[in-house]
């Protein structure tokens, strides 16, 4: 079974400091991972995927994101937090049903950015 | 249009009342899940349909719950004899493919509340 834990319901940081965001997953091999975003009112909007190819994955608005199959973890990153990276994030996993995986992506509880002015 | 579009974006219901869910994907999109979202909690899959077929529906809470895509296009979610619990936001996602590594297009949901 896939499923995936994202530590801290709540992070708040300062505006223009480092944001991290935790998780960690549970999968067969080859895990295919995502980090969505969703703000107020709306559906979620994928920031960056890994599937197997390099380890460090770059996304939208200044977001990475790195594999590190030692550690089960994915953790988001971004350098520089902006006011409007304020939002609900989303860690998924999602496998192939020939590795003891599912297609069907598992969703983490989410984690609320707050940034401080 | 581009996107996922879902329909009504906001739904008020009695207990006891039925009501329709409306999703409309992205245009040529093979793949097209239902989510059940509760408040600060992440996506909680319902069901799947490949084109018209609904191929997974182990996420349906009750035999309350049924989906269709009849066309292999748009889908709709019925919930019949709603409950409080009901209360949630739906969400429609559609992808390409069925492959575990595609990401996923969602519609920005309906906010069901049930009196």
């Known amino acids: 079974a896939q499923s995936v834990t994202q530590l801290g319901s709540h992070v708040s940081v300062s505006e223009g400091a480092l944001v991290l965001l935790r998780c960690n997953y549970s999968s067969s091999v080859p895990p295919y991972l995502f980090w969505y975003v969703q703000y107020p009112n709306q559906g979620l909007q994928l920031l960056l995927k890994?599937?197997?190819?390099?380890?460090l994955v770059k996304g939208i608005n200044g977001f990475e994101a790195e594999f590190k199959k030692s550690e089960t973890s994915f953790h988001l990153t971004k350098p520089s937090a902006h006011m409007s990276d304020a939002a609900e994030y989303f860690c998924a996993v999602s496998g192939t049903s020939a590795s003891g995986g599912s297609y069907i992506p598992t969703f983490g509880r989410g984690t609320s950015l707050i940034v401080h002015p | 249009g581009a996107g996922v579009s879902q329909s009504p974006r906001y739904k008020v219901a009695k207990r006891g009342q039925d009501v329709a869910l409306r999703c409309d994907p992205i245009?040529?999109?093979?793949?097209l899940f239902w989510y059940q979202q509760a408040l600060g909690q992440g996506p909680e899959f319902l069901t799947y349909f490949q084109n018209e077929a609904q191929l997974d529906k182990s996420g349906l809470p009750s035999d309350r719950f049924f989906a269709e895509r009849p066309e292999g296009s748009v889908s709709t979610l019925k919930i019949q004899r709603t409950q409080q619990e009901d209360s949630a936001v739906y969400l429609c996602?559609?992808?390409?493919?069925?492959?575990?590594?595609?990401?996923?297009?969602f519609g920005d949901g309906t906010r069901l509340s049930i009196l």
């Open positions: 245009s040529g999109h093979v793949s």
């Open positions: 996602a559609s992808s390409l493919v069925r492959q575990g590594n595609q990401p996923q297009h």
């Open positions: 890994y599937t197997s190819a390099a380890t």
